[in-house]
């Protein structure tokens, strides 16, 4: 004679509870609407920043005219095409292309690095300090021997924005190696995995989670290093551009390339995440 044990009810017991229709549409709502609010709420304290006449033109003009600005810099008018001959999108579309190039070197060098300090210590031991001096360095401390050693085109812009995303794609997959359960890997060698397998198997899919917070740092800080990167023959570009109009006091157009890089930062941050939720399904999980 056998005997069933129906366990199903007391798991659900410890399901937490659906939200109900009310409450997700509650939540679906406050996440439409709170950042269109908190948008507005800066754009209305900006506007009665510039009406106020604390500050001028120069330091605080109008959104109206940051907008006209925007116009000018997206068509050609009056005969004149975009900034520096060239429209936002093609200024955004060279900044972008950098900033991929110099990122998909620095986080490939630097996840390979990450995975190879955490599983050799002795690396580790050699290479952190240097890692630590790199990451300690603003960009522009060394963006002037990269043009000295490479020249003025596309090189010196790349290495540097490679050199900024390099330092958190490699710690944060050190770390994540590091903090690899060690139950997990020791299991695996019970059952008779290789070296190579335990990391394949066990090791990268652990690392993943924070490996792709530690790309998404070296994203931010490519794109915080762009302005740097194309301060020497960087038009086309929105930090040649921004650069550019600097000189010239142009507070409009700057902050039309601030936004630019800003709002362009947003939509990759929005993208890394969706990748990461497909491509990490298990994180929080092990």
Known sequence: MSVFVDIAPEQSQLDPPAASPRARWGGRFSRAVLPLLSLAVFFGLWQLAAVSGIWNQTFVPYPASVWRAFLDVSTTHDGVRG??????????????????????????????????????????????????????????????????????????????LALAALPPAAVATTAAVLAT?????????????????????????????????????????????????????????????????????????????????????????GLLRTIERRAVPWRGKI
């Open 83 to 160: 900034y520096g001959g060239y429209l936002l999108v093609e200024h955004l579309y060279m900044t972008l292309r950098r900033v991929l190039a110099g990122v998909v070197i620095g986080v490939v060098l630097g996840v390979l690095l990450g995975l190879v300090m955490g599983s050799i210590a002795w690396v580790r031991s050699v290479l952190e300090p240097w890692l630590t001096f790199l990451r300690a360095l603003p960009p522009l401390a060394y963006f002037f021997l990269l043009v000295i050693w490479l020249g003025i085109d596309e090189a010196p812009k790349i290495t540097l």
């Open 181 to 269: 359960p060690v139950a997990l890997t020791e299991a695996a060698r019970a059952l008779g995995a290789s070296r190579g397998e335990v990391i394949r198997d066990v090791v990268v899919p652990s690392a993943l989670p924070e490996t792709f917070t530690g790309i998404r740092l070296a994203v931010g800080m490519a794109y915080s290093s762009v302005v740097a990167a194309e301060l020497f023959n960087g038009i086309p570009g929105v930090g040649g551009l921004v650069k550019d109009a600097s000189n010239y006091n142009n507070t409009p157009v700057v902050l039309v390339g601030i936004f630019a890089i800003g709002i362009s930062g947003l939509i990759i941050d």
